[in-house]
Structures are given as structure tokens and as C-alpha cells.
């Protein structure tokens, strides 16, 4: 309006817009896909069934993808969360959401920890996570599949939980690059969350703590 000089406020505008019945529409923001359920790969069943709480560690991982967003475009972080004390045992950050990011993930993991055979791998039915690729890798580890229920994500909600607290404490907008973003979430995950973050279900200790003092 100020730029075709016409002696119309904002108040006289939304009236005239009321009196025609007429609405604006505000742009929706975009949000890439994290999760791809509709494919030929294959499903695993619910090994979990909403028990999040083992009695060691190393029982059942839990895994989620989530989006980053950089001045280059959208990055991709997969977490791996051990149940038993909500450590993160196994994290990857790329610019593609595929099975290779999870693959690179769980090797990590599997470095990391060195599990015995018969753990439990619990994630969503995203593509990533049911492709051929990481069946294989997890077969050849000795890990059992397990997968949420359809449209069902209380059934990975430590996962979710997890980014919803990082994308709130780490207090970031947009990252300028996906070095600076993986950067910065070492030291959120590997200097902060995994040795200082207290949880409630941990009786207030951290995940190193945890596992120290308890284990």
C-alpha cells in the first residue's frame, strides 16, 4: 500500500477484507521429510512395546532422524540412545537422509559399545531404516530389528524426546554450514548431554553418571 501511495492502513484493510469474507494466508514453512513409511522395505514388529526402561545397558538402542538446517540447505542427524541410561552411544550428521547415514550411525554405535548379540535396534518404519542396506549391517552384528507401530510415534518417544531437547537447549536457528552444526553438536551431545544433562528418570544423574554409579 505505502509503495502505490494509497491511504490505506492495515485497520482498513482487515475491515474490507471481513466485509468480502475474505482471508490472507500465511505461508507455511518448510519441512523436509524425516520419515518415508511408504516403500517395499521390510517391517520389523514392535519388540519394545513402550517398555523404555531395561535393567542394563546395551539391551535396546533407540534411533530417530531428525533435520538440521544450515545457510546451504537441510543437514541430517541420526542419533542412537542406549534406553537403559539414555546415553547417546552413536550420532551422524550428513546432507542426505538415507540408510547410509543410519549405517554410519550404528557402526559408530557398535564401535562405541561393542554389544553383545541380541540387542535390540528400535526406530521408526522409515526407509532409511528398513532398507536392504542396514538389514544387512544389522544382521551381520548380531542385532534384532524392531520397529514402531503404523502413524504411531509415542512408540519412539525417548528418540523424539531427545531432539525436541536438543533443538530447544542448543538455541540455534539456522547453522552456517554443516561443519559448524556438526561442531556444535559434538560439544552439545558428547561435552554436554551425554556427561552433564540430568534426567528425572535417572534419579537427576547424568547418562555417564548413571552408568557409572549404577551399572
Known sequence: MKKSNLPYGARKVRKAMKHCKISGKQRKQFR?????????????????????????????????????????????????????????????????????????????AVLSRNPRKGLIFHSDRGSNFCSKETRRLLIAKGIRRSNSRKGNCWDNAVAESFFSSLKREIEYNTFYNIKEAEHLLFDFIEVYYNRFRFHSTLGYMSPEEFETNIA
Open 32 to 108: 523436509p521429510l524425516t520419515t518415508n513409511s511408504k516403500h517395499g522395505g521390510r517391517i520389523a514388529p514392535d519388540l519394545v512395546q513402550r517398555k523404555f526402561h531395561p535393567n542394563e545397558q546395551n539391551r535396546i538402542w533407540v534411533s530417530d532422524v531428525t533435520f538440521i538446517r544450515t545457510s546451504f540447505g537441510w543437514s541430517y542427524l541420526c542419533v542412537i540412545l542406549d534406553l537403559y541410561s539414555r546415553k547417546t552411544v552413536g550420532w551422524s550428521l550428513s546432507d542426505r537422509n538415507d540408510s547410509q547415514l543410519v549405517c554410519d550411525t550404528v557402526l559408530k
